[in-house]
């Protein structure tokens, strides 16, 4: 017989048994157990500063490894609601994290006991795709695998599992039994295959978008394979940035390049959709990225995503590396037409967002850099082997415009949920998930300031993180959104102070240094890379320069169309008048 043991070291064992061995957390002794015994079976505990940043970090990790589970583990009350933001936030990029936490004794519920008193199953389940509270420790290690299988199986996604205090500290001698064989992935039937390379081979400008699915089910090299094999550029949705090597022949980067294509009067005529999802990273409904006379497959491993925002012509209820399988063993025995000056096309036009700013003077002023070219300056600074992280608002789109590929998962970015804040968090788990590269993250003054205070962690961990903060004084994308819709003298709670992130973060133990001037920030990114240390860079930027993805963001504000709402497609005129 097992000797007897708290729960929560059951539940450490199972972790490990299912390959665990990063757990991003927060301490509370609801949880004690768990971490206590974490060392025994070979799992590092990464605490944060903020349960909000532990979460983040999880998602981070899960990312950038391309699909292995995130673990996050906070204690009861406060420690799960302040975690809220983060499982939303995966839930919505349907990213495989296990969020774990405690809660106060069974015995004491209807009591007004500490951090007891509300149902966290009830707020985590519209958010998660499985919720469970756990209420006999030896059932432990049966709900702890069946969360990490269910969120790593078909769509992935967040799960939450919530451990009274007096079960994981409760005795039992259950022991581990050895994790079941995988269930094999939806694949595609030989007749859908067919059919689909048909419309390839016919098509004149065929395109793949790969999104998360591709890259979540690290199908990197089969999908550099078909490509080169067929001829077929790849372009990438936001979570899929990487995916081929950015010098690939067939490599048109960012989807975004598409809209550039088809406003030259050659946009794609057949979408081969690869785990991506239709919505506000491909166009919405207005059709700028995908035409609305282009046939479009799509690829998708939840049939709840086929034809939202747009019916398919080709749907297609599969796993994306099961149908690059499919495709690479049938596509070998057909003809596929050369395609070079196509791709060509599209990667001569991903240059185009360059054009604006290019002659542009660096120095916007003295003591003032131009905000696209700080971002060139760090971006040509950086070795290659670097992964990058962005957060929301114009900081990040000034990134994603420059970017290139760092490899599948090696460019993170804000995703649907529009979270500013992430970068931090998703920084540490991608320092976890590749130990010793370096990672650059790009905030802005607005997203650095929501979790500043895991500069502490950075500095604990010795976690190599380079962060620049691209400080113009003001919520920019808030700023100018009013600017457009009120005009400039109209505006409401969107400017900061110019705060010396660099001196905050020396407070943290971080090595912090503020760069005012464009020739200054070259050697700053290579002497913070140099160290190896955890850095913050202070850079001041142009408020008085807004991204141009700002102005198409909030749309016709001339009234013609409806009435103008930012984010979103105008309000028709005829809906306003019943």
Not at 134 to 153: H, K, P, Q
Not at 408 to 417: D, P, S, T, V
Not at 518 to 532: F, H, I, K, R, W
Request: proline content about 7%; aromatic content about 6%.
């Amino acid at each position: 017989m097992t000797k007897k043991r708290a729960g929560g070291e059951l539940m450490a064992e199972t972790l490990a048994g299912l390959g665990v061995t990063e757990i991003f957390a927060l301490h509370g002794s609801h949880l004690d157990p768990l971490f206590i015994a974490c060392a025994d079976y070979g799992i590092r505990l990464t605490d944060t500063r903020h349960e909000a940043a532990a979460g983040h970090a999880a998602d981070g990790y899960a990312r950038s490894s391309n699909g292995k589970l995130g673990v996050c583990a906070t204690t009861a009350g406060p420690g799960f609601t302040n975690t809220l933001t983060a499982i939303t936030n995966a839930y919505l990029d349907k990213i495989p994290v296990l969020f774990i936490s405690g809660a106060a004794p069974m015995r004491d519920d209807e009591a007004n006991t500490l951090q007891g008193g509300f149902d966290a199953l009830a707020m985590a389940r519209p958010v998660t795709k499985w919720a469970y509270r756990v209420t006999d420790v030896d059932r432990i290690a049966e709900f702890t695998r069946r969360a990490a299988e269910i969120a790593l199986s078909g769509p992935p996604g967040p799960v939450f599992l919530e451990i009274p205090i007096d079960v994981i500290f409760m005795p039992t001698d259950q022991a581990v039994s050895p994790p079941p064989k995988k269930v094999a992935p939806p694949a595609p039937s030989q007749e859908t295959v067919d059919e689909l390379i048909a419309v390839l081979r016919r098509s004149e400008r065929p395109v793949i978008i790969a999104g998360g699915g591709a890259v979540l089910t690290d199908a990197g090299a089969r999908l550099k394979a078909f490509a080169e094999l067929t001829g077929i550029p790849v372009v990438a949705s936001q979570k899929a940035l990487g995916v081929l090597p950015d010098d690939h022949a067939f490599y048109g980067g960012a989807a975004g390049v598409l809209a550039a294509a088809a406003h030259a009067g050659s946009g794609p005529d057949a979408v081969l959709l690869l785990g991506a999802r239709m919505g506000m990273f491909l166009g919405g409904a207005m059709g700028a990225i995908i035409p609305a006379d282009a046939f479009v497959a799509q690829v998708e491993v939840d049939p709840q995503e086929i034809g939202r925002v747009r019916l398919s012509d080709l749907p297609i209820v599969a796993d994306c590396g099961a149908m690059l399988d499919a495709l690479l063993a049938c596509a070998p025995n057909h003809s596929w037409t050369k395609r070079g000056d196509w791709a060509a096309q599209l990667r001569t036009l991903r240059e185009a967002p360059h054009a604006a700013f290019a002659q542009v003077p660096p120095q916007s002023r003295p003591g003032v850099i131009h905000p696209y070219h700080a971002v060139k300056a760090v971006l040509e600074a950086l070795p290659p082997e670097v992964t990058l992280v962005a957060d929301g608002g114009e900081a990040g789109n000034w990134v994603g415009d420059q970017a290139r590929s760092m490899g599948a998962g090696q460019f993170l970015r804000c995703g649907y949920l529009g979270c500013l804040g992430v970068s931090s968090g998703f920084a540490m788990g991608a320092a976890r998930a590749h130990p010793g590269r370096p990672v650059v993250c790009f905030a802005g003054d607005g997203g650095a300031g929501f979790n500043i205070q895991e500069f502490d962690t950075m500095a604990r961990h010795k976690l190599p993180v380079l962060t620049i903060v691209l400080n113009n004084s003001e919520w920019g994308m808030s700023r100018n959104a009013q600017a457009l819709l009120y005009g400039k003298n109209h505006e409401a709670i969107v400017t900061l102070a110019d705060v010396a992130y660099d001196t905050v973060a020396q407070g943290f133990n971080v090595r912090g240094k503020r760069i005012d001037t464009y020739e200054d920030l070259g050697p700053a990114v290579t002497e913070a890379l140099n160290s190896g240390l955890p850095t913050c860079l202070n850079v001041i930027v142009d408020a008085g320069v807004p991204h141009p993805r700002t102005r198409m963001m909030v749309g016709d504000v001339s009234g013609g169309d409806g009435i103008p709402i930012p984010y979103y497609a105008n309000i028709p005129i005829e809906k306003a008048k019943a």
